[in-house]
Every structure is written in structure tokens, then in C-alpha cells.
């Protein structure tokens, strides 16, 4: 038998964390939790052409970051097709709203007693959302002769059918973050992204003509990740003192000491890349109602529908994403100060007896603080909006085209990589065994 440091540090920590029986019981009960989420994507809605959604998904960018976001429920139009997609939006709103309400800010500072609150109402404003976007998204299909014409019956009851796999999903999702591993919202769109990747190596091999470009498109693959990997972790660390007054032998003694606040380059996460696909995709999903007119020559909309198709090659392609790298800028902008405004770190700052050395507390902190964030995020938004458009670059300087990086796919698995690799770290550390990370 091998000795103990002879092994991997990564094989060495996988067997460590196996060998405690609650942290094998809650890496188990996330596998578990996961394959029965697997066998609910597979579980169709009746009433379906999967030839015809098969064609739609080819031509509609759209349904493929809903399909992302459903784990691949979407693509079979299953009773979880929405997946998580209506609980991020009712989050997003809520987070946006936090700030502009008063009672929402009140509860906001009322601690985890607010916390819980607020992500109650989150829950309940999912329902509309996810009734809406199915009903939505049947009409379309219908539209589109994917589905049948549906009475009011059988359309209301696969409405709630898809209502009622979104919020299972999210029932499954919060079992994971209480009794497994890492984020469980996170963790159901994670298991759909890699369940799809059988099917994109099989697509890989389509394009072994082009061994080439086809091993170039890999290693841009891989040095996306290792950017992203970078950029996630990076932060700058603003110094804090704490000076506090303790009694001691019937005297007041002034004590101090000394920390730091790690301000992410990119605080925002994927949301502006959600915030600005949607932006540029709309004119494209509008001006396919009216595209193709039956009887007619091809009209205005069916040059837009052309226009804002990130399938388009050079040079049409450059509007749709120039626009998103753009967008994505200027929504990592927004989100980050938002963010910042809703956390007062100023304020925290003050209440508990911090100040930062050289800077005056009050306005004078917040300044600096805006000042370092506004900064910061440059970095920030620029490495979202490149990650943004690596698809198209990959696309153009490799010639292959069977194959589709997804921008939000890798942000999204990197991610819960780390975070759940940092959970099981800090088990490990706890229990006095070496973990993941060096």
C-alpha cells in the first residue's frame, strides 16, 4: 500500500473526504438529489413534435440559454423545461428592488430573520413568473408547429405542470444547500451543462477534417477557463483597523486591531451576461413574428432576424456581438454599483468601529471606497465581455462550427467548481485534514 504522502494532494483529499461519514453522507445525498433531477428533465409533456423543436432550437439563440438554464430540460420540452430560470429572474427583481423599496431595505437589515423574509417573497413571486414564461413559451411553440392547437384545458394544465417543475426543481436545489454540497440552485444548472457534454464531444468529432482548428479551439477552451478561473478569484484587499475599550483591573484599556475588506473584480457574476443576451436578442425574437410573410418577398424583419443572429458570420455577426460585448460592459457597471450601494459598506464600517487608516470615516470613506470599486470593475466587465464574445472569436479563427462555446456555461461551471471545492476545503480543514487547495 502506497504511503499516505506519496499520493495526489487531489486523490489524497477525495479519499479523506470519504472517509468521514458526514461528509460522504452529504457528497452522497448531492449525487442522489442530482440523478433524480436527470430522470425529472426526462419526463416529456404530451403533445410534442421533438423534430420540430429539434429545428427551432437550431434557429432561436434564445431557447438555447433557456435550455441552459433547464438543464436540458428545454430541448425535450420536459415537465422541468423552465428548470431554475423563473426563481433567477424573481431573485434578480428582488435584488434590484431591495434598494428602491423601504420596507424592502427594512428587511434587508432586519439580519437573517430579513434574509428569510425576503427570500419568501422571492419564492412566491416565482409562481407568476414561471406561469407567465411557460404560457409564453407554448404559445411560441405552438406558433411554430411544434405543439398542437391546445383548448384552454389541456394549455392550463401544462402550465401548471411547468410551474410545478420549476418549483420542484428549486425544492431540490435548496435540499442541496442545506443537507449537501455547494450552492444547489447552482449545482441543478451545473448537472444539466454537464450532461450535455457526451453530446458536444460527439459533435467534436464531427469536425475531425479540421484536426487543426479543432485542437486550437480546445486550448482556447481550456485558457478561457484558466481566465475565468483568475478573474473569479481576484479582489483587492482594502486594510481596516477596529479600535475597541476593554476593562481590565478597574482601567479602560483602548485595543486595536486589523483586517481587510476583499472587494471582488467582479462582483457582478454572470448577471450581466444574462441581463445583456437578453438585450440583444430581443430585436432578433421580435422581428421573427413578422419575418416571412406568407405570400410576400422577404421583408425589413427578416434582415433584422438576420442582423441579431449570433450564428451570423463576419460581417454580420460584428453588430450582434459588438452590441453584447457593449451591453455586457455596461451592465456589469450597473449591477456592481447596485450591489455596492445595497451592502453600505461605508456604513457597516462606521456602526461597528472601523475605519480604514489614512481615510476619514463617513463621506470620506465612501468616497474612497466608490472610487476603488468604479475602478475595479473595469477589470471586471472588461473579462466579462470578453468571455462574452469568445465564442465568436473561437468560431472565426478556428473555422469550426459544430461546436458553440457557451460563455455562461463556463462562468457557471468554474463557479460552482470553486465554491464547492472551498466547502469541502473548509470540512476538511475543520476534521485537521489537508484539503483541495494548497
Same mark, same amino acid.
Given at each position: 500500500?502506497?504511503?499516505?504522502?506519496?499520493?495526489?494532494?487531489?486523490?489524497?483529499?477525495?479519499?479523506? %473526504?470519504?472517509?468521514?461519514?458526514?461528509?460522504?453522507?452529504?457528497?452522497?445525498?448531492?449525487?442522489?438529489?442530482?440523478?433524480?433531477?436527470?430522470?425529472?428533465?426526462?419526463?416529456?409533456?404530451?403533445?410534442?413534435?421533438?423534430?420540430?423543436?429539434?429545428?427551432?432550437?437550431?434557429?432561436?439563440?434564445?431557447?438555447?440559454?433557456?435550455?441552459?438554464?433547464?438543464?436540458?430540460?428545454?430541448?425535450?420540452?420536459?415537465?422541468?423545461?423552465?428548470?431554475?430560470?423563473?426563481?433567477?429572474?424573481?431573485?434578480?427583481?428582488?435584488?434590484?428592488?431591495?434598494?428602491?423599496?423601504?420596507?424592502?431595505?427594512?428587511?434587508?437589515?432586519?439580519?437573517?430573520?430579513?434574509?428569510?423574509?425576503?427570500?419568501?417573497?422571492?419564492?412566491?413571486?416565482?409562481?407568476?413568473?414561471?406561469?407567465?414564461?411557460?404560457?409564453?413559451?407554448?404559445?411560441?411553440?405552438?406558433?411554430?408547429?411544434?405543439?398542437?392547437?391546445?383548448?384552454?384545458?389541456?394549455?392550463?394544465?401544462?402550465?401548471?405542470?411547468?410551474?410545478?417543475?420549476?418549483?420542484?426543481?428549486?425544492?431540490? /436545489?435548496?435540499?442541496?444547500?442545506?443537507?449537501?454540497?455547494?450552492?444547489?440552485?447552482?449545482?441543478?444548472?451545473?448537472?444539466?451543462?454537464?450532461? /450535455?457534454?457526451?453530446?458536444?464531444?460527439?459533435?467534436?468529432?464531427?469536425?475531425?477534417?479540421?484536426?487543426?482548428?479543432? %485542437?486550437?479551439?480546445?486550448?482556447?477552451?481550456?485558457?478561457?477557463?484558466?481566465?475565468?478561473?483568475?478573474?473569479?478569484?481576484?479582489?483587492?484587499?482594502?486594510?481596516?483597523?477596529?479600535?475597541?475599550?476593554?476593562?481590565?483591573?478597574?482601567?479602560?484599556?483602548?485595543?486595536?486591531?486589523?483586517?481587510?475588506?476583499?472587494?471582488?473584480?467582479?462582483?457582478?457574476?454572470?448577471?450581466?451576461?444574462?441581463?445583456?443576451?437578453?438585450?440583444?436578442?430581443?430585436?432578433?425574437?421580435?422581428?421573427?413574428?413578422?419575418?416571412?410573410?406568407?405570400?410576400?418577398?422577404?421583408?425589413?424583419?427578416?434582415?433584422?432576424?438576420?442582423?441579431?443572429?449570433?450564428?451570423?458570420?463576419?460581417?454580420?455577426?460584428?453588430?450582434?456581438?459588438?452590441?453584447?460585448?457593449?451591453?455586457?460592459?455596461?451592465?456589469?457597471?450597473?449591477?456592481?454599483?447596485?450591489?455596492?450601494?445595497?451592502?453600505?459598506?461605508?456604513?457597516?464600517?462606521?456602526?461597528?468601529?472601523?475605519?480604514?487608516?489614512?481615510?476619514?470615516?463617513?463621506?470620506?470613506?465612501?468616497?474612497?471606497?466608490?472610487?476603488?470599486?468604479?475602478?475595479?470593475?473595469?477589470?471586471?466587465?472588461?473579462?466579462?465581455?470578453?468571455?462574452?464574445?469568445?465564442?465568436?472569436?473561437?468560431?472565426?479563427?478556428?473555422?469550426?462550427?459544430?461546436?458553440?462555446?457557451?460563455?455562461?456555461?463556463?462562468?457557471?461551471?468554474?463557479?460552482?467548481?470553486?465554491?464547492?471545492?472551498?466547502?469541502?476545503?473548509?470540512?476538511?480543514?475543520?476534521?485537521?485534514?489537508?484539503?483541495?487547495?494548497?
Amino acid at each position: 500500500m502506497r504511503p499516505r504522502q506519496a499520493r495526489p494532494r487531489l486523490l489524497q483529499a477525495m479519499l479523506d %473526504a470519504f472517509s468521514l461519514p458526514d461528509l460522504r453522507r452529504r457528497i452522497l445525498i448531492t449525487f442522489g438529489i442530482l440523478i433524480v433531477f436527470r430522470f425529472v428533465a426526462h419526463i416529456p409533456l404530451p403533445g410534442v413534435d421533438f423534430e420540430a423543436l429539434q429545428e427551432l432550437f437550431e434557429s432561436n439563440a434564445l431557447l438555447g440559454m433557456l435550455d441552459m438554464f433547464s438543464g436540458g430540460a428545454m430541448r425535450r420540452f420536459s415537465v422541468a423545461a423552465m428548470g431554475v430560470y423563473p426563481y433567477i429572474t424573481a431573485s434578480i427583481i428582488m435584488q434590484l428592488l431591495v434598494p428602491i423599496i423601504p420596507q424592502l431595505r427594512a428587511l434587508s437589515m432586519e439580519g437573517e430573520a430579513g434574509r428569510d423574509k425576503i427570500n419568501r417573497i422571492t419564492h412566491w413571486a416565482t409562481v407568476p413568473l414561471a406561469g407567465l414564461q411557460g404560457y409564453g413559451q407554448l404559445v411560441y411553440l405552438q406558433r411554430e408547429g411544434v405543439i398542437g392547437s391546445a383548448a384552454v384545458l389541456p394549455m392550463a394544465t401544462m402550465v401548471v405542470s411547468l410551474i410545478a417543475g420549476t418549483m420542484f426543481c428549486i425544492w431540490l /436545489g435548496e435540499r442541496i444547500s442545506e443537507y449537501g454540497i455547494g450552492n444547489g440552485i447552482s449545482m441543478i444548472i451545473f448537472a444539466g451543462i454537464v450532461a /450535455g457534454l457526451p453530446e458536444m464531444i460527439q459533435s467534436g468529432f464531427l469536425a475531425k477534417e479540421n484536426f487543426g482548428g479543432l %485542437a486550437f479551439y480546445v486550448l482556447i477552451a481550456l485558457a478561457t477557463t484558466v481566465f475565468i478561473v483568475i478573474f473569479t478569484e481576484a479582489h483587492r484587499r482594502i486594510p481596516v483597523q477596529y479600535s475597541r475599550s476593554v476593562f481590565r483591573g478597574g482601567r479602560m484599556y483602548r485595543q486595536s486591531g486589523s483586517t481587510h475588506i476583499p472587494l471582488r473584480v467582479n462582483t457582478a457574476g454572470m448577471i450581466p451576461l444574462i441581463f445583456a443576451m437578453s438585450m440583444v436578442i430581443f430585436p432578433g425574437v421580435v422581428a421573427s413574428y413578422f419575418a416571412n410573410p406568407a405570400g410576400a418577398d422577404p421583408n425589413l424583419a427578416n434582415y433584422i432576424v438576420d442582423l441579431f443572429n449570433p450564428n451570423a458570420t463576419l460581417p454580420m455577426g460584428v453588430l450582434y456581438w459588438g452590441l453584447y460585448f457593449l451591453l455586457t460592459v455596461a451592465f456589469a457597471f450597473f449591477y456592481t454599483m447596485v450591489i455596492f450601494e445595497q451592502q453600505d459598506l461605508p456604513g457597516t464600517l462606521q456602526r461597528q468601529g472601523g475605519f480604514i487608516p489614512g481615510i476619514r470615516p463617513g463621506p470620506h470613506t465612501k468616497e474612497y471606497l466608490d472610487g476603488v470599486i468604479k475602478h475595479i470593475t473595469w477589470a471586471g466587465a472588461l473579462f466579462l465581455a470578453l468571455v462574452a464574445i469568445m465564442p465568436f472569436i473561437a468560431r472565426e479563427i478556428t473555422d469550426v462550427r459544430v461546436i458553440m462555446l457557451s460563455s455562461m456555461g463556463l462562468l457557471i461551471v468554474v463557479g460552482v467548481v470553486l465554491d464547492t471545492m472551498k466547502q469541502m476545503e473548509a470540512q476538511l480543514v475543520m476534521r485537521r485534514y489537508e484539503g483541495f487547495i494548497k
